[in-house]
């Protein structure tokens, strides 16, 4: 169900053909409308890193104003060491662009943004892998994050051997 009831009763009301092409396109337009900021916000974070995986530059990015995106790039060596470590066989250059954009940016939550609660960032990161990335990328990224605040508790350094 849509977040706000007057948006249900819409939606109802729009199985006509006159309303809107499809009820569908009408709950999406009214869950989108009505989407968290902060989590648009990281939607617009993850297509930004995925873009500077490809053409490795911030000029290019399809959200050139997003300082976030800016702050991750410039710590990208040591959150890829973080991810090295955990992703045993893959390792990040076969791993898939968006899981990675993903991982990136939780990282950086985790270890040097630090606004939100481990567990936020984590179910956020899920949520944006159900909706971003492969099938089972959510249980992937999970367990690597798992193990990321597993070794933050610790107070401990990824091996520095960078895979």
């Not at 199985?15 to 809107?20: G, M, Q, S």
């Not at 989407?35 to 930004?48: S, V």
Request: a positive charge; one cysteine or more.
């Amino acid at each position: 169900m849509p977040p706000n009831p007057k948006l249900y009763q819409n939606w109802l009301n729009a199985k006509t053909v006159d309303n809107l092409k499809s009820p569908i396109v009408c709950a999406k337009n009214a869950i989108n409308k009505y989407m968290d900021p902060r989590h648009q916000k990281r939607i617009n974070i993850i297509q930004n890193l995925f873009a500077y995986d490809f053409s490795q530059k911030t000029d290019t990015l399809p959200f050139p104003d997003c300082k976030t995106t800016l702050a991750v790039i410039s710590k990208l060596e040591p959150i890829d060491k973080y991810i090295n470590q955990y992703t045993d066989k893959y390792g990040r250059d076969k791993m898939a662009k968006t899981d990675l954009a993903i991982l990136r940016l939780s990282v950086y939550e985790l270890l040097y943004d630090k606004q939100n609660p481990d567990k936020v960032v984590v179910n956020e990161a899920i949520e944006l892998a159900k909706d971003m990335a492969g099938e089972q990328a959510y249980a992937f990224i999970n367990a690597i994050l798992g193990k990321i605040i597993e070794l933050k508790s610790k107070n401990e350094k990824p091996d520095q051997s960078g895979k």
